[in-house]
């Protein structure tokens, strides 16, 4: 919350080195953080962090719902600098899901499919063959100063998923 884009980052010995941002902890953030709080606990909800090949080894219920935002193949970031995240990964990722479709369970997965001038052809494909729903986020970064070149740059985000229908 309180770092420069909300977002974390380490240096090369593993410490964390990111200025802090425009955000802090104020009385909106509070309560914003109280009310998903309140509502999260009134709901049969189950946050679990972890590496996502994992997901096969859990027995999932008939209206269970796995949501994956994992790093993205395209562009720049903290978790992809040093090779945190590779095409392997990403093929690795597409295949856990593509195994929890066959088993029944839902989800749905945030990620780049355009960012810059290049595209995630291997997300688009394995998303059309699976006749998955790919989903725009009709969003941009017109308002984010500290990346002037980011305005006019074209990047489509989007969210898959195997349960609203065919493409």
């Known amino acids: 919350l309180y770092s420069f884009n909300n977002q974390i980052r380490f240096n090369s010995r593993g410490h964390f080195n990111l200025p802090v941002g425009k955000r802090d902890y104020n009385g909106s953030s509070r309560r914003n953080l109280a009310n998903f709080n309140a509502l999260a606990n009134q709901k049969n909800i189950s946050f679990i962090y972890d590496d996502f ?14 949501y994956l935002d994992p790093p993205y193949l395209l562009g720049l970031a903290s978790y992809n600098e040093m090779g945190g995240w590779s095409e392997g990964d990403e093929r ?16 749905a997965l945030s990620n780049v499919i355009e960012h810059k001038g290049q595209k995630n052809n291997l997300l ?7 006749r998955f729903s790919i989903l725009p986020i009709d969003h941009n970064y017109r308002n984010s100063n500290y990346q002037t070149s980011a305005k006019e740059a074209v990047t489509r985000e989007v969210l898959i998923t195997n349960y609203l229908g065919e493409n």
């Open 124 to 130: 688009e494909s394995w998303a059309i063959n699976n």
């Open 92 to 107: 690795n990722l597409h295949a856990t899901l593509s195994e929890l479709n066959k088993r029944g369970v839902r989800f």
């Open 53 to 66: 090949k994992n997901l096969l080894d859990i027995e999932f219920e008939n209206d269970d719902f796995v």
